[in-house]
């Protein structure tokens, strides 16, 4: 059974700082998702990762995936108060991209003025 | 991206009544959608897959007598919510994939229904 474990699961920072979520998975993947979900939304697609040292960035959010350790972050640079949300990632089960996820538990994020 | 719409956004229903909850993709040909739950403060879960035209394949504990899926057309796939209980008070979310290579990669996510079971 495919687990995936996020941590921290409560991020409060301050603005301005830096930190990095990580999301860890039990089974082989080489595709993994994150996700932004503000209260009461949908989930939002930040990143697509699909390979082995994949690496993308959009504004203060940047993701990466090691396949080898099943290991991916989501680090957040020079956070601000707009970047408070609930981050999830999720790992696709399905043999081809038809997107079974599994998601983690989610770290909600409280950027402090 | 593409564009996965869901209706009702909210619905309220008195207990042992049925509800149904639509999915449609907009601009695109959804040869999977899926859906899933989420409880307050919690992840989602997978809860079934539907194929268009084949029967939905549901997640173990998922009662598929309680929960009918229906994806009788490449744009629209409906949840049933039977007899519904105030334990099934949650928010569904469907998510949709396409045939198209460039949507190959990556579900699209409908808004979600927040359903109220009083």
């Known amino acids: 059974e495919l687990k995936v474990e996020q941590n921290p699961l409560f991020l409060s920072m301050q603005e301005g700082k830096n930190y990095t979520i990580y999301c860890n998975y039990s089974t082989t993947s080489d595709r993994l998702y994150w996700y932004r979900q503000d209260p009461g939304k949908s989930l939002e697609s930040l990143f697509v990762l699909l390979s082995n040292g994949a690496v993308k960035q959009e504004g203060r959010l940047m993701a990466s995936l090691d396949t080898k350790a099943r290991l991916s972050t989501l680090h957040i640079t020079a956070a601000v108060h707009d970047l408070s949300a609930t981050y999830f990632c999720?790992?696709?089960?399905?043999?081809?991209?038809?997107?079974?996820?599994?998601f983690g538990e989610g770290t909600q994020l409280t950027v402090n003025p | 991206g593409a564009v996965v719409s869901q209706h009702p956004s909210r619905v309220i229903c008195k207990s042992g009544t049925s509800v149904k909850i639509e999915c449609r993709s907009l601009?695109?040909?959804?040869?999977?959608m899926f859906w899933y739950r989420q409880f307050p403060k919690q992840s989602l879960m997978l809860m079934a897959t539907s194929n268009e035209g084949s029967k939905a394949t549901y997640e173990q504990g998922v009662e598929k007598d309680k929960f009918l899926i229906n994806h009788a057309s490449l744009t629209l796939s409906t949840l049933t919510v039977t007899s519904a209980h105030p334990e099934d008070s949650s928010f569904y979310i469907c998510?949709?994939?396409?045939?198209?290579?460039?949507?190959?990669?990556?579900?699209?996510f409908g808004q979600g229904t927040r359903l109220t079971v009083v």
């Open positions: 999720a790992v696709d089960r399905g043999k081809t991209s038809g997107s079974r996820l599994t």
């Open positions: 601009d695109f040909q959804a040869t999977t």
């Open positions: 998510s949709a994939s396409g045939r198209e290579l460039s949507f190959n990669t990556e579900a699209f």
